[in-house]
């Protein structure tokens, strides 16, 4: 697929900051700074630094896997990417439409009805009237939701929500889909189906982000791994030499021909 | 099983582009605050809903619905009413329609402040999935309180009606006043939900703010009961200025020029403000969460 959809990343940094109790409160904040104790408190501002001195390039075409342990930042990376969180240093520049799937959820309230959930982010997309009608007739029949569809999510089985949430984020095909792992989860009934679908958006983007603990995806649906540990870029390859350093022995049940 | 999406929707669009830089200058956080307000009015039919399945959701299941606030607002000032208009010796076709106006009037603005304060934290987790300009929460809670001040407009009619006693054609000048009052809620919905997403103990103290303010502005109490020579009590508070370009007209009198200016400067300080923050913290906001 061509098309001028980029992500450009340039000794990107996030850090958080944690606030404990006392700096959440302007009192504290300001009865420091009267006892001239604010510089010092900034100083000492625990953050953690979830990102650090990250750089890459990715063009149309690309498939980008993300592996690391736990907390080695790879939601943190998907979140910047999406523009959710802001880069403390560095920069990020994203050409193309974005959808990110990151949780089940994504922002849906559960006090409103599923068709009023699909009409929020209709209109979140800026479609059109007949747009959010073809939206939800979409996602009614994916979700399978029958009447649920007037009754609030809250009430929802949670097969049922992790369905609606499925159709609903795999409903409008953007040009870059930053993609984090529970996608691949849920029930088996509803794996295989998920799956169809969600093959048919990776195959419609023109640049896939995929972050994942499961090593058969990533060599299935990527042509590069970035592999991060601790926020820093630990490794940059090819899926199959990547994963081989990874895992500290090749790919066990689908060995890559050699130059593919 | 064969599942196939043929036609996915996939809106024509020209490729947005997005361009986050770390950068401390203070004209790229202008640009970007800046695009945060272009970005929030485009989406104002998002705001739209969002603010209409609030009061929906508020009221969910509730026999009369928003209807319950008109309810109440109406029994508060015709009891109020008539009890005020006793002690204070004042005639009832002439305290009733000042206290239900000023009252209805104050529970907007006293009801965008309170919830200006949560305008931003409440919706943390829209904040956290998507990117999403914060101009479109402000103008969320603008749309939410509009609509209950629609709601209780029906006490002030009804006090009119029974009454008899009509401004005229003369209300549309508190048309100005209207607009400003958009204005000046849209910056206290950026301000007040950054500053409160900082520090967690703002809202309470805004609270009581608003308390003290309640007594001191007149609302309960008019300003002609100040008794001559006293004015200077209403110089330097916000609230009776703000209040008065809407409430004069809606009064059948004129706001004076001396009140509107002095609303305006009120209100170009509250946005100066609301803009310095929101552009030092928009960028900060999602850490907040």
Not at chain 1, 24 to 37: D, E, H, Q
Not at chain 1, 227 to 241: A, H, N, S, T, Y
Not at chain 2, 46 to 56: Q, S
Request: glycine residues 10%; hydrophobic residues 50%.
């Amino acid at each position: 697929m061509q098309g001028n959809a980029r992500i450009d990343v340039a000794g990107l940094s996030v850090f958080f900051p944690l606030y404990h109790g006392n700096s959440r409160s302007l009192k504290k904040t300001v009865f420091a700074a009267a006892a001239g104790k604010l510089a010092q408190d900034r100083n000492r501002r625990v953050v953690v630094q979830a990102l650090r001195d990250i750089s890459f390039t990715l063009r149309a075409g690309d498939r980008l896997g993300l592996i690391g342990g736990n907390g080695a930042g790879k939601t943190t990376l998907l979140r910047t990417l999406a523009g959710i969180y802001e880069p403390v240093m560095g920069r990020i520049a994203v050409t193309g439409s974005v959808h990110a799937l990151l949780d089940p959820q994504l922002g849906m309230n559960p006090d409103l009805s599923g068709r009023e959930n699909i009409l929020l982010r209709g209109l979140y997309n800026g479609l059109s009237r007949p747009e959010i009608a073809r939206l939800e007739e979409d996602v009614r029949a994916f979700a399978e939701l029958g009447d649920f569809m007037e009754l609030p999510v809250r009430i929802y089985s949670a097969g049922m929500v992790v369905r609606l949430g499925f159709a609903l984020a795999t409903a409008i095909q953007p040009q870059i889909l930053l993609m984090d792992e529970w996608f691949m989860a849920g029930d088996a009934e509803f794996r295989d189906k998920a799956r169809a679908r969600l093959e048919g958006m990776v195959r419609g983007a023109e640049i896939l982000v995929l972050s994942t603990h499961m090593m058969d995806v990533i060599a299935d649906w990527c042509d590069r791994v970035l592999w991060l540990d601790q926020g820093r870029i630990r490794d940059d390859g090819r899926p199959v030499e990547v994963l081989h350093r990874y895992l500290g022995h090749p790919l066990p049940e689908k060995p890559e021909p050699v130059g593919a | 099983m064969s599942i196939t999406v043929p036609d996915r929707l996939r809106p024509e669009r020209a490729s947005p582009r997005l361009e986050l830089q770390a950068g401390h200058s203070g004209a790229v956080r202008a640009r970007m605050l800046g695009q945060d307000l272009v970005q929030g009015a485009r989406l104002w039919r998002l705001a739209l809903t969002l603010g209409w399945l609030d009061i929906k959701l508020r009221y969910r299941g509730s026999l009369l619905g928003p209807f319950w606030l008109t309810l109440s607002t109406g029994a508060m000032v015709g009891t109020l009413g008539v009890l005020y208009a006793t002690l204070w010796q004042l005639p009832v076709t002439e305290y009733l329609p000042f206290l239900a106006l000023s009252q209805v009037l104050w529970t907007f603005i006293a009801s965008v402040i309170s919830e200006g304060c949560t305008g931003f934290t409440s919706a943390d987790s829209i904040i956290r999935s998507v990117r999403m300009p914060f101009f479109v929460h402000a103008q969320r809670l603008i749309v939410r309180n509009a609509l209950v001040l629609g709601h209780n407009i029906l006490v002030i009619v009804a006090v009119y009606a029974v009454l008899r006693v009509w401004p005229g054609w003369w209300v549309v000048f508190a048309l100005p006043g209207l607009a400003l009052w958009v204005v000046d809620g849209l910056a206290i919905g950026m301000l007040l939900g950054a500053v409160c997403a900082r520090f967690r103990d703002i809202p309470p103290i805004v609270g009581s703010l608003m308390q003290i303010a309640f007594f001191v502005t007149p609302i309960i109490w008019t300003p002609k009961q100040l008794g001559p020579g006293r004015n200077w009590m209403l110089l330097g508070n916000p609230f009776f200025d703000v209040l008065e370009v809407v409430r004069a007209p809606l009064l059948g009198l004129a706001a004076g020029s001396h009140v509107w200016i002095a609303a305006l400067v009120f209100s170009g300080a509250l946005c100066a403000a609301s803009w310095l923050f929101m552009s030092f913290a928009r960028s900060r906001i999602a850490f907040w969460m």
